[in-house]
C-alpha cells in the first residue's frame, strides 16, 4: 500500500482485511455459510465485519494477537453470561452465534434498532435524559450481581494518570494535563483507602456501543470480564456523552449538570462513591485529551469540561 492517498490506503486495508476473514471463515464449517460484507472497525490486533447469513446480518469480530484463543473465548464467555443474566428484564445484549478461539473469531447477532447515540442527536433534552437514564438501569442489571467492595487504590491511579502520553498536545494542553495530575495528587490521600465498590463490567459501556429499538436497550462489543470500580465505568460513560452535547450552563464535576444527574437520579452509584467517581473523572478527562486533535468540537468540549472539573472543590 505504499505510496497509496491515506484513503485509498483505508479502503485497500478494509479489502484485504474482509479478504483474509473470508479465507478463515471458509475453514470453519458452522460459519461458511457467511458472507462478509463490511469492514467496520480495522485496530491493531483486532477487526470488526458486518456480515449476512441467510439474509440476516451478523457481527463478526476477528482477533489476530498471540492472545487471540484466550481472549476470543473470554469475549464469548461474557455474552453467554451477560445473555442469561438480562434474562427476564428488559434489557438485552447481542446474542453469541459462534466462537472459533484458535482463529480469534467471535460472531454475535446484529442488535436491532438505531445507535444510541446517533438516536439522541434529533430528541428534545427531556427524552435524551430519559433514555441515558435507561443506560444506567441497563448496567445496573447486568452488574447487579458481580459487585465486590475493597479498598480503593488512589495511588494507583495517580500513577495511571502519570504514564498518560501528552507529548502531542499543544501548550494549553499541557497545562489542563499537569493541573489534573497536581489535582488528582491532592485528592488522593483523602480518597486512598475508602471502600470503593467494584463490579465486573462492560468493557466500552458508552451510547455509541448501545441500540435502541422497540423500547428495548441492546448492548454490544462486550470484552472479557474485567473487574473495576463501577464509578470507573459510570465516569467513561458520561465523559464520553458529555463530549456530544452542547457546552453547558451549569455544571456538575464539570460536565452538563442535568446528564450527571439523570444518569445517577436512579441510584446506580452509591452516594459514598460519588468522591471516587469526581476523581475517576479527572483521569479519564487526561486520557481523552490527547484523542481529541482531529475533532475540534469535542476538544472544546473537553477541554470546559476540565476547567470546570478544576473549577470544583479549588
Avoid at 129 to 144: G, K, N, S, V
Wanted: proline share 7%; aromatic share 6%.
Amino acid at each position: 500500500m505504499r505510496g497509496l492517498e491515506p484513503g485509498f490506503a483505508q479502503i485497500e486495508a478494509h479489502a484485504l482485511a474482509a479478504r483474509d476473514l473470508g479465507v478463515v471463515l471458509a475453514g470453519l464449517p458452522e460459519l461458511a455459510d457467511l458472507t462478509v460484507t463490511e469492514t467496520l472497525r480495522l485496530a491493531p490486533g483486532r477487526a470488526v465485519f458486518l456480515a449476512e447469513r441467510a439474509g440476516l446480518p451478523v457481527i463478526i469480530k476477528h482477533l489476530t494477537g498471540p492472545q487471540r484463543a484466550a481472549q476470543a473465548q473470554a469475549v464469548a464467555d461474557e455474552i453467554l453470561h451477560a445473555t442469561d443474566r438480562l434474562s427476564g428484564t428488559p434489557h438485552r445484549v447481542a446474542g453469541l452465534i459462534a466462537v472459533a478461539p484458535a482463529q480469534g473469531i467471535i460472531c454475535t447477532h446484529y442488535a436491532p434498532g438505531q445507535r444510541l447515540d446517533r438516536l439522541l442527536v434529533d430528541l428534545p433534552r427531556d427524552e435524551q435524559l430519559a433514555l441515558l437514564a435507561r443506560a444506567a438501569e441497563w448496567l445496573a442489571a447486568f452488574t447487579a450481581l458481580r459487585r465486590k467492595q475493597g479498598p480503593f487504590g488512589a495511588w494507583y491511579w495517580v500513577k495511571q494518570a502519570a504514564a498518560v502520553d501528552l507529548q502531542e498536545l499543544d501548550p494549553e494542553g499541557q497545562a489542563l494535563a499537569r493541573a489534573i495530575r497536581a489535582r488528582l495528587r491532592a485528592m488522593a490521600p483523602a480518597l486512598a483507602g475508602r471502600p470503593v465498590l467494584r463490579v465486573a463490567t462492560h468493557g466500552d459501556f458508552v451510547d455509541s456501543n448501545l441500540h435502541w429499538h422497540d423500547g428495548t436497550l441492546w448492548a454490544f462489543d462486550l470484552g472479557g470480564t474485567q473487574w473495576l470500580p463501577l464509578a470507573h465505568t459510570v465516569a467513561h460513560f458520561l465523559l464520553w456523552r458529555a463530549m456530544a452535547d452542547p457546552l453547558p450552563d451549569t455544571h456538575h464535576f464539570g460536565l452538563p449538570a442535568d446528564l450527571v444527574a439523570g444518569f445517577l437520579g436512579g441510584g446506580i452509584l452509591p452516594a459514598d462513591q460519588l468522591p471516587i467517581l469526581r476523581f475517576l473523572l479527572g483521569l479519564a478527562m487526561l486520557r481523552r485529551l490527547p484523542q481529541t486533535g482531529r475533532r475540534p468540537d469535542r476538544a472544546a468540549r473537553l477541554r470546559a469540561a476540565i476547567q470546570g472539573w478544576l473549577a470544583e472543590g479549588a
